[in-house]
């Protein structure tokens, strides 16, 4: 009797090894390469992957592991992460512009079904979608309609997050439904923010053409900055405009100036180093800029009139003087979203294409504008 007692306790323990087999016994991994990007990593392991957020938001204490399987697949009950997504995915919501144009590169826009503010969003695909009823309304993102997310009843959210988690999305998450942060934004580099289609094509089972499309995007701005430096003239520029009493402008270490630099032009605060803009007085500014030949990104600004009527002092720029001031705020949706804000980080070459045109327009007579276009003069 008790040699029988004796093997049942043995099997017992036998199992429980089994199923507590731990993270590292799973064996080797390979991991997608990554060349611009700095937020988030790819593993392929055997029976799963494993996508990790490194930065999901600001002065973020940890990472975000987020578990990628077949719905069949059980995980070792050791497994450390933050949220499991079973594959495929049918129905997504997601809650920045950004993340659009991805899905509509790698021809998975049908899969979203929600969305909130809708009228932020330009793309014409897209907005053909929400026309038919394809794409539901989702409130406020800072209080998204929880009810109607639960009735849509997505197998995941993607979203964003500038300072910590949010409290909807959370009580979302509690119910079921898993929230993955990205934190493109976040990236310090134009091409960095671009390279997170292949975090969308991990998710989306369409990995190789994320792939093949960043490395498109990749070749095309590196020709362009190629074709710039061909350019014997290397025009001074000016950037920002008055916010209150200060004139916020990016820094000289920022994606921002990068598109000067690589559009080959002298960006006047190019020597400045920091995170977010730099403020300073209008005074400086005119003392540092009123000469620069051009003036990009006035703000919102779309017209001279309305930069006169904020402060007649603009005026005494040599780019307000001889119409030199281009703005992406004129490129909008039929809704009134801005262009920009939604595709631009995911094509930093049609960024940097339409900077050549305006610093060298010699170079690239036969292309059209696709962001910024000059300053409306009334």
């Not at 800072?142 to 300072?163: G, M, Q, R």
């Not at 003036?295 to 005494?316: A, C, K, M, R, V």
Request: charged share 25%.
């Amino acid at each position: 009797m008790k040699k029988i007692l004796l093997a049942f306790i043995l099997i017992g323990l036998l199992s429980c090894v089994d199923n507590t087999k731990k993270e590292e016994d799973l064996g080797s991994f390979t991991e997608v390469e990554i060349t611009h990007a700095e937020g988030f990593s790819i593993h392929h392991y055997k029976d799963f992957t494993k996508v990790i957020v490194h930065s999901p938001w600001q002065e973020a204490e940890k990472g975000l592991i987020y578990i990628l399987k077949n719905k069949e697949m059980e995980l070792p009950i050791s497994m450390v992460y933050d949220a499991v997504i079973d594959l495929p995915i049918e129905k997504l919501v997601t809650t920045s512009t950004t993340h659009i144009p991805s899905l509509i590169t790698l021809n998975k826009l049908e899969k979203l079904v929600g969305f909130p503010n809708l009228d932020y969003i330009s793309s014409k695909a897209a907005r053909e979608f929400i026309d038919e009823g394809k794409i539901k309304e989702l409130g406020k993102n800072e209080a998204i309609n929880t009810e109607i997310v639960l009735e849509l009843n997505p197998d995941v959210i993607f979203s964003f997050a500038l300072k910590g988690q949010n409290k909807a999305l959370s009580k979302l998450q509690e119910s079921g439904i898993p929230v993955v942060y990205n934190g493109d934004w976040l990236e310090k580099s134009a091409l960095g923010k671009a390279e997170w289609i292949k975090f969308f094509g991990v998710f989306l089972g369409e990995l190789d053409q994320s792939i093949k499309a960043f490395e498109d995007v990749e070749q095309s701005y590196h020709s362009l900055k190629v074709l710039a430096k061909t350019s014997t003239k290397k025009p001074s520029v000016i950037s920002g405009a008055m916010h209150q009493d200060r004139w916020y402008l990016p820094y000289g270490t920022s994606w921002q100036a990068q598109f000067f630099e690589d559009a080959h032009a002298d960006y006047i605060y190019s020597h400045t180093q920091g995170k977010g803009s730099a403020a300073f007085a209008f005074e400086t500014v005119l003392q540092d800029a009123k000469q620069a030949e051009f003036w990009i990104s006035p703000g919102q600004y779309t017209t001279y009139e309305q930069l006169t009527e904020n402060n007649t002092h603009y005026q005494e720029f040599d780019a307000f003087q001889e119409k030199n001031i281009f703005t992406m705020a004129r490129t909008t949706g039929e809704t009134g979203g801005v262009l920009f804000y939604e595709l631009g980080p995911n094509r930093p070459d049609l960024i940097l294409k339409d900077l050549v045109k305006i610093f060298h327009p010699d170079l690239l007579k036969d292309k059209d504008f696709t962001f910024f276009k000059p300053l409306a003069i009334e």
